[in-house]
């Protein structure tokens, strides 16, 4: 893991970019003496890990005392997109204006990305563990197909935020009882691009015993400020 | 409004009895130099004011700055149950436990409790807000279908909190959309007395342009504490 830049925020927040391998992340660190839980967050749609919404809940959590790592999936923010994500992603705007059924090229473009995030996020969560600065345990924060799949694959998730996952790959569907660790299941009652049924049911079908689900009104990228601060509590609860 | 009786408690809560007319009630006013906003507290299914979990919730709001009260329903707690009453409570019993309809039976039951209790809200209502100690703006937490009528009926209610209303009076259903103040909708997703799918029917039909609803695993008695807390962040958001 290299740094390539840092600059300390105005809240005392360490804000380093790194790459490791060819994926590239943001680390925020908070100004801290002991080693600070971890939490990764995770994200889709095409969104830049410097997104702004992404940034101000990254640096909401690193004030409040966690490490928070963000990375580029494939075909991400800084990251190539190859001829074949360009045309699986032009395919699914195209379908959904249309309003025709998407879960084929749904399942073609994010299976494939789901199980290549996952081995990233865990070679990148060896070697945020190895700093000094950040000790355990380690929550997972945002896109719910990656989430699931990690919560399944990787033992050291101990707690998880899934955000608004209508649409999720057959394999993530099918795992989603696997997982076992406390949930903050987020739904925007209107997303227009996550069916609310399906979203209800994916809720209903993970085996946590503790699992809350959040619901508010409006469309995809509408969910409130207090929810993150919701957020924060839920992983307080459980990380420190 | 009589105060009977009055106790200081450890976190400085003031906690008194009164009676207005018939309706018995319970008041916990925190120590405060200025007047406190107000949350009134509906509760259902039999239970007395005084009931364990609902003086907890009570205490923890007074005990955060607001004032707090609950009165005892007609045919509740301190109150005399009708002859009528106690048939209609054991109809449902039986029907709910033989897994028949009970609409019906629920509809003759709530139906009319919900029409007076009303009533009697808005009586208490004047009276708290006429003591010094209390200011404004009002509050409204606990059952829901007592909840929908007062937020329709009674425009010094700014904010609700609504618990697990699948079971709610035709009447309450159909004046649902009429509410339009801000919300917080608790749901139990294993509820047995309260079908989910009608309860979130119900808070899709909600007027109300800021609505949240918060799903927890468990039946209708297992609300966990974390949600207490949620929502005094809610009442804190709106009220304060």
Do not use: C
Not at 73 to 95: F, I, K, N, Y
Not at 112 to 120: F, G, H, Q, S, T
């Amino acid at each position: 893991m290299q740094f390539t830049s840092e600059q300390r925020l105005d809240d005392g927040v360490l804000e380093r970019e790194f790459t490791l391998g060819e994926v590239p992340g943001t680390l925020w660190t908070p100004e801290s003496a002991a080693p600070a839980p971890l939490i990764l967050i995770g994200h889709n749609g095409g969104l830049h890990r410097r997104e702004s919404r992404l940034v101000a809940r990254a640096r909401h959590s690193a004030a409040n005392g966690y490490a928070v790592a963000a990375i580029d999936h494939p075909g991400h923010g800084d990251r190539p997109r190859s001829a074949t994500d360009e045309q699986a992603r032009a395919d699914l705007r195209r379908a959904m204006q249309a309003g025709e059924p998407v879960d084929e090229i749904f399942e073609s473009f994010v299976g494939p990305l789901v199980e290549k995030a996952v081995l990233e996020w865990r070679t990148i969560l060896d070697a945020l563990l190895a700093l000094p600065e950040i000790g355990g345990p380690v929550g997972y924060s945002g896109m719910t197909a990656v989430g699931i799949r990690l919560a399944v694959a990787e033992p050291r998730i101990a707690v998880a935020g899934f955000f608004a996952g209508g649409y999720v790959p057959r394999a993530q569907r099918e795992e989603a009882r696997q997982v076992t660790i406390p949930l903050l299941f987020l739904l925007q009652w209107d997303d227009e691009g996550n069916p609310r049924q399906r979203a209800l049911d994916l809720f209903d079908a993970f085996g946590s015993k503790e699992k809350t689900l959040h619901a508010n009104l409006g469309g995809h990228v509408g969910t409130p400020w207090f929810e993150v601060e919701d957020g924060g509590r839920f992983y307080d609860r459980h990380l420190k």
